[in-house]
T-cell receptor
Framework: DAEITQSPRHKITETGRQVTLACHQT?????MFWYRQDLGHGLRLIHY???????NKGEVSDGYSVSRSNTEDLPLTLESAASSQTSVYFC???????????FGPGTRLLVL | AQSVSQHNHHVILSEAASLELGCNYS??????LFWYVQYPGQHLQLLLK??????LVKGIKGFEAEFIKSKFSFNLRKPSVQWSDTAEYFCAVNALSNTGKLIFGQGTTLQVKP
């Protein structure tokens, strides 16, 4: 069955370190998204991609970057981790702009 | 700016009680609407969605939602909740001019007492 996976599921890092969160989908979806989930804020869009070599900034993109070198993967990089980036990160994908987004299991990140 | 508002942040119900969670959005154009559920420790799962047609949509596990365009609302309902419905519920809107980006509400935590 097609799926979307994220790794690691849990990560503890220190302030200032670079961290990369992986997202891999086997749906063959063109669109991929990264969200962060924080109490009282729901999910907020960080970055998104509509296809290979395409990346776009979302609502809360400062301090994050993504790259899309193939259809299946959209890694999220925290250039220099900050305590404010402690959160749960969800990756999602969809087959089209108007289609349902399917979510991965999430990565819980703690920045000390 | 487009926004989605969920009025109830924390709801506590007893089993068999009826549920209605409010969701309003601010966008005047055509929208696709979604309700997602997140059970404790799990990822978001789609409960139901509205794209077009009958404004009363039925989803999984006995949930339904009604799209009222004039009120910019998409409220979620269930006639009789179960303890297993304890979860966080998110309303989300895809404004079709917004190129596929989902705008989420803040979420509503539902606690069902056995």
């Amino acid at each position: 069955d097609a799926e979307i996976t994220q790794s690691p599921r849990h990560k503890i890092t220190e302030t200032g370190r670079q961290v990369t969160l992986a997202c891999h989908q086997t749906w063959n979806h063109n669109n991929m998204f990264w969200y962060r989930q924080d109490l009282g804020h729901g999910l907020r869009l960080i970055h998104y991609s509509y296809g290979v070599q395409d990346t776009n900034k979302g609502e809360v993109s400062d301090g994050y970057s993504v790259s899309r070198s193939n259809t299946e993967d959209l890694p999220l990089t925290l250039e220099s981790a900050a305590s404010s980036q402690t959160s749960v990160y969800f990756c999602a994908s969809s087959g089209g702009i108007q289609e349902t987004q399917y979510f991965g299991p999430g990565t819980r990140l703690l920045v000390l | 700016a487009q926004s989605v508002s969920q009025h109830n942040h924390h709801v506590i119900l007893s089993e068999a009680a009826s549920l209605e969670l409010g969701c309003n959005y601010s966008y005047g154009g055509t929208v696709n609407l979604f309700w997602y559920v997140q059970y404790p420790g799990q990822h978001l799962q789609l409960l139901l969605k509205y794209f077009s047609g009958d404004p009363l949509v039925k989803g999984i596990k006995g949930f339904e939602a009604e799209f009222i365009k004039s009120k910019f609302s998409f409220n979620l309902r269930k006639p009789s909740v179960q303890w297993s419905d304890t979860a966080e519920y998110f309303c989300a809107v895809n404004a079709l001019s917004n190129t596929g980006k989902l705008i989420f509400g803040q979420g509503t935590t539902l606690q069902v007492k056995p």
